[in-house]
């Protein structure tokens, strides 16, 4: 079982930057692929950013790549996102979820795949 809390939204204006926060509960996080997803309003929720067990792999949506960076701290049992030049379409609901299988050996962007998931921080960017 594993429990996350998502935190560090917030109200922001165009080209600031945010630092979004993940923290699980429960001895499997370190063995498990972790994702962001987010959804706007009217919008299906979509893929991110993923990143594998180990750290080693990271992967993109195409319309935040190089902006937004993943990371992860398995001491820490702790996610992150550091989203930066942010812009209003950026705006969302922003999700962790964890994987539903352990050592993963890539990264999958389906949500199906992803068994936990929290419950969410509102990002806000103003033009």
């Known amino acids: 079982q594993v429990q996350l809390v998502e935190s560090g939204g917030g109200l922001v204006q165009a080209g600031d930057s945010l630092r979004l926060s993940c923290a699980a509960s429960g001895r499997t996080f370190s063995n498990r692929t972790m994702g962001w997803f987010r959804q706007a309003p009217g919008k299906e929720r979509e893929f991110v950013a993923a990143?594998?067990?180990?750290?080693?792999?990271?992967y993109y949506a195409d319309s935040v790549k190089g902006r937004f960076t993943i990371s992860r701290d398995n001491t820490k049992n702790t996610m992150y996102l550091q989203m930066n030049s942010l812009k209003p379409e950026d705006t969302a609901v922003y999700y962790c979820a964890a994987d539903k299988s352990f050592y993963r050996s890539g990264i999958t962007t389906r949500a199906n795949e992803y068994e936990y998931w929290g419950q969410g921080t509102q990002v806000t960017v103003s033009s």
């Open positions: 990143i594998t067990w180990s750290g080693g792999i990271r």
